[in-house]
T-cell receptor, first 114, second 115 residues
Framework: DGGITQSPKYLFRKEGQNVTLSCEQN?????MYWYRQDPGQGLRLIYY???????QKGDIAEGYSVSREKKESFPLTVTSAQKNPTAFYLC?????????????FGSGTRLTVV | KNQVEQSPQSLIILEGKNCTLQ??????????LRWYKQDTGRGPVSLTI?????NTKSNGRYTATLDADTKQSSLHITASQLSDSASYIC??????????????FGTGTRLKVLA
């Protein structure tokens, strides 16, 4: 079945550590996105990529980094510079940037700082 | 400022009852509006998409309406089931001057259906 796979489902990070969240899709979608979801807030865009080897900052990119070396993969690294990383992280993909293309979301990774 | 506001924040209904969720937006220029359903601990799944010229669209027991003049949308759930318990998120798309699209997510309505 085609879809987006995020791993791990739960992740615990110690203060000062970098952690990487995995996102893989087999939908042959060009565009991939990382969103952060906090209670009582709408999804906020961290980074997005519309093509391999290219990505753009979203609204809250500080403290995060990404790479897009393969079309299928868009990992997100949460660095120690991110002061409040505890949140639910969602990866999504779309066929392209046309407005009528909907998102396909992964099942999310819940990151907790311990 | 481009914003998407949803109400109520949370809602509890009995199984079999109907309910209506609201989404108001101040986004311009409007391109389309989607409703997503998000089960707890899962990613959102698209229910409906509506463009400027569409007033209503149905997906099974879910019916979305759009009034582009007042910039309001609603999602009506008929004969609710326990499996409808989830968060419902309204997402509005608009066109930037750069020619790319931007997506603004509402904060969602958390629906709980009780037996």
């Amino acid at each position: 079945d085609g879809g987006i796979t995020q791993s791990p489902k739960y992740l615990f990070r110690k203060e000062g550590q970098n952690v990487t969240l995995s996102c893989e899709q087999n939908l042959n979608h060009d565009a991939m996105y990382w969103y952060r979801q906090d209670p009582g807030q709408g999804l906020r865009l961290i980074y997005y990529s519309q093509i391999v080897n290219d990505f753009q900052k979203g609204d809250i990119a500080e403290g995060y980094s990404v790479s897009r070396e393969k079309k299928e993969s868009f990992p997100l690294t949460v660095t120690s510079a991110q002061k409040n990383p505890t949140a639910f992280y969602l990866c999504a993909s779309r066929p392209g940037d046309r407005a009528n293309y909907g998102y396909t979301f992964g099942s999310g990774t819940r990151l907790t700082v311990v | 400022k481009n914003q998407v506001e949803q109400s109520p924040q949370s809602l509890i209904i009995l199984e079999g009852k109907n309910c209506t969720l609201q989404c108001n937006y101040t986004v311009s220029p409007f391109s389309n509006l989607r409703w997503y359903k998000q089960d707890t601990g899962r990613g959102p799944v698209s229910l409906t998409i509506m463009t400027f010229s569409e007033n209503t669209k149905s997906n099974g027991r879910y019916t979305a309406t759009l009034d582009a003049d007042t910039k309001q949308s609603s999602l009506h759930i008929t004969a609710s089931q326990l499996s409808d318990s989830a968060s419902y998120i309204c997402v509005v798309t608009f066109l930037l001057t750069s020619g790319t699209y931007k997506y603004i997510f509402g904060t969602g309505t958390r629906l709980k259906v009780l037996a």
